[in-house]
């Protein structure tokens, strides 16, 4: 039961260009979103999250929407640029009866930003 | 400021074989959380600690095992291990439970 879904397994974009991530989700519990970017052989990369409270959060280049009612978020980067390629997972969370927060990951979209 | 660090980086352990990966988590962060990330998928939940004490465990089996220490430091043991056990195995540290978690580097285990 994937509960976090990247429907695109890959994307390329022209540099300069805007580059769109999406993410569905099924689980209406999850108030907490996050995007990580992920370049071969290191660690997830935290870029930017959302609470549920919100619909849009900004940080640079990089915006995250959220759509509560379709259980869509999409992660826009403008400008794109060639050191934005990588491997971009979303991540949502619940709050935990129990008090776990852990987070559930989609399977990552590949992101290609060509010269 | 030092971020997440893993060790080792690489492992190679045989069928059957017990393993120990440690982790430090950034400066004044309580929350410790272990991942497994096989190829082509996302990070998998394994478990997570808070000041010390297990919050939460992922669909593993209990051949996994995690503590943390006084100096919020942590290590997963996995013990009996089986090929399928090969993956990418990830720390991440938070200030609090519900924060935005800094992963480490990673230790890629290998099982032959």
């Known amino acids: 039961d994937q509960q976090v879904k990247q429907n695109s397994p890959s994307l390329s974009v022209q540099e300069g260009r805007i580059s769109i991530l999406n993410c569905d989700y099924t689980?209406?519990?999850?108030?907490?979103f996050l995007w990580y970017k992920k370049y071969p052989a290191e660690g997830p990369t935290f870029l930017i999250s959302?609470?549920?409270?919100?619909d849009k959060n900004e940080d640079g280049r990089f915006t995250v929407f959220l759509n509560k009612s379709a259980k869509h978020l999409s992660l826009h980067i403008v400008p794109s640029q060639p050191g934005d390629s990588a491997v971009y997972f979303c991540?949502?969370?619940?709050?935990?009866?129990?008090?776990?927060?852990?987070?559930?990951f989609g399977t990552g979209t590949r992101l290609k930003v060509l010269a | 400021d030092a971020g997440v660090t893993q060790s080792p980086t690489h492992l190679i352990k045989t069928r059957g074989q017990q393993v120990t990966l440690r982790c430090s988590p950034i400066?004044?962060?309580?929350?410790v959380s272990w991942y497994q990330q096989v190829l082509g998928q996302g990070p998998q939940f394994i478990f997570q600690?808070?000041?010390?004490?297990?919050?939460g465990r992922g669909n593993f089996p209990d051949r996994f095992s995690a503590r943390q220490f006084p100096n919020y430091s942590s290590e997963l043991n996995v013990n009996a291990l089986l090929l399928g056990d090969s993956a990418l195995y990830l720390c991440?540290?938070?200030?609090?439970?519900?924060?935005?978690?800094?992963f480490g580097q990673g230790t890629r285990l290998t099982v032959v």
């Open positions: 991440a540290s938070s200030l609090a439970r519900r924060a935005e978690a800094f």
């Open positions: 959302i609470s549920s409270i919100k």
């Open positions: 400066s004044g962060h309580k929350s």
């Open positions: 600690y808070y000041e010390k004490e297990e919050r």
């Open positions: 991540a949502a969370s619940a709050g935990g009866t129990s008090g776990t927060y852990k987070y559930i």
């Open positions: 689980n209406s519990m999850f108030d907490y």
